[in-house]
């Protein structure tokens, strides 16, 4: 009954290499994020996705491309892989009824380019 | 962009001390604002909200304090226990979400 799942939650890769990663999200929520977290914990959001639809798209670098083929999944293509890429990348959703506008991460997928 | 900083990185407590962690923002837009704690290895975990009309809101052992006038967010925590240990994060939106650096509390038994 995992709200925000990601896959894979380790990814060991060379420099130059094209991965992804995947999250899901069984919420019902509407928006889905991207954030990147280095290694001193500083959190910067990359891509909102809201209903399918691009929203936010941070000053990132055209390497990284997200795909949502349905607003329960929020993918991240990651190509020409280089050493800076290496961070945890966390997916989240928001967009839940009641007051509260909270964001629910994923368990993050930890990135390392060698 | 829009900085969302905190005062301390690291903290550290003794077991059933208070502990405050401080945030200064600087998007006087900004109408609701959480706290988020990130344990080792996991992604970050709601605590505890509040939105701009509001100067202070408790939960369970958490109260959260805004300060408007100088654009400034603390986390109390009460009688700090180990489970407590963790980087805690502020983060304001306007819209868009922005998070602070994150400050490391260490609780000591």
């Known amino acids: 009954d995992t709200a925000v799942s990601q896959t894979p939650k380790y990814l060991v890769t060379q420099m130059g290499n094209d991965k992804s990663i995947k999250c899901e999200q069984n919420?019902?929520?509407?928006?889905m994020y991207w954030y990147k977290q280095d290694s001193k914990k500083f959190l910067k959001i990359m891509f909102s996705?809201?209903?399918?639809?691009?929203?936010i798209n941070e000053t990132v670098p055209n390497r990284f491309s997200p795909k949502s083929p349905d607003k329960a999944h929020l993918n991240l293509h990651i190509n020409s892989l280089e050493l800076g890429d290496s961070a945890v990348y966390f997916c989240?959703?928001?967009?839940?009824?009641?007051?509260?506008?909270?964001?629910?991460f994923g368990p993050g997928t930890r990135l390392t380019v060698l | 962009g829009e900085s969302v900083g905190l005062h301390l990185p690291t903290l550290s407590v003794q077991e059933g001390d208070n502990s405050i962690i401080n945030c200064a923002y600087s998007?006087?837009?900004?109408?609701?604002f959480i706290w988020y704690k990130q344990e080792s290895g996991k992604g970050p975990q709601f605590i505890i909200d509040?939105?701009?009309?509001?100067d202070k809101r408790q939960g369970q052992r958490v109260t959260v304090l805004l300060n408007k006038t100088v654009k400034h967010l603390s986390l109390q925590i009460a009688a700090t226990q180990p489970g407590d240990s963790a980087v805690y994060f502020c983060?304001?939106?306007?819209?868009?979400?922005?998070f602070g650096t994150g400050t490391s509390l260490t609780v000591i038994p």
């Open positions: 989240a959703s928001a967009g839940g009824s009641g007051a509260r506008n909270e964001q629910f």
């Open positions: 919420l019902g929520h509407d928006t």
């Open positions: 996705y809201n209903n399918k639809e691009l929203i």
């Open positions: 998007n006087s837009a900004s109408d609701y």
């Open positions: 509040i939105r701009s009309n509001m």
């Open positions: 983060a304001e939106t306007a819209g868009q979400f922005y």
